[in-house]
């Protein structure tokens, strides 16, 4: 990953209808939880989104699995030696990779948005300098446009991280 990425444009194409408010999720009844997770994560966030449909896959395989073996009546030291394929192992082994996955992603997207905020503190720095020195007839409307611009991206990156984590 990039340490400081360019921001995709998050900003819907209404400015208020359909805006998505962090924490409120809008629900489908006919979706279910997963598609609702993945029609509301951006394409850039996706693949660190975590994988709640393989990880439910998992669980009901295991599950299978563990009605199999339950069956027997009779426990074996094997039973207790191979912790790797025990069915709580396997999940936790992916469990704890999928939140290893996100909170990297997470960690990385905060400090690229940090270094991001900062750069537009000294930019409006530069800009006050600028406005301070202007000859009559100048304008900085299109730089001052410019760092609204940013601004709205960095305000919309960070409403989604908030949500995402």
Do not use: W
């Not at 444009?9 to 009844?29: D, E, F, I, Y």
């Not at 191979?82 to 704890?96: H, K």
């Not at 409006?124 to 601004?151: F, H, M, V, W, Y």
């Amino acid at each position: 990953l990039k340490l400081h990425t360019p921001l995709p444009n998050l900003r819907p194409s209404q400015p208020s209808a359909g805006r998505q408010v962090p924490g409120k999720a809008l629900r489908n009844s006919s979706m279910g939880f997963a598609e609702t997770l993945e029609n509301r994560a951006p394409e850039t966030y996706r693949q660190y989104y975590l994988q709640y449909t393989q990880l439910k896959e998992l669980i009901l395989e295991l599950a299978k699995e563990n009605t199999a073996t339950s069956l027997r009546t009779r426990v074996t030291s094997a039973d207790f030696m191979d912790m790797a394929s025990r069915p709580v192992s396997r999940f936790q082994e992916m469990l704890r990779g999928e939140l290893q996955k996100v909170n990297q992603f997470a960690c990385v997207k905060h400090e690229a948005l940090f270094l991001g905020l900062r750069k537009i503190c000294d930019d409006c720095s530069s800009l006050g300098k600028k406005a301070r020195n202007l000859a009559p007839g100048q304008s900085i409307a299109e730089d001052l446009k410019k760092t609204e611009d940013d601004i709205e991206a960095y305000s919309c990156e960070i409403a989604h991280l908030d949500e995402y984590v």
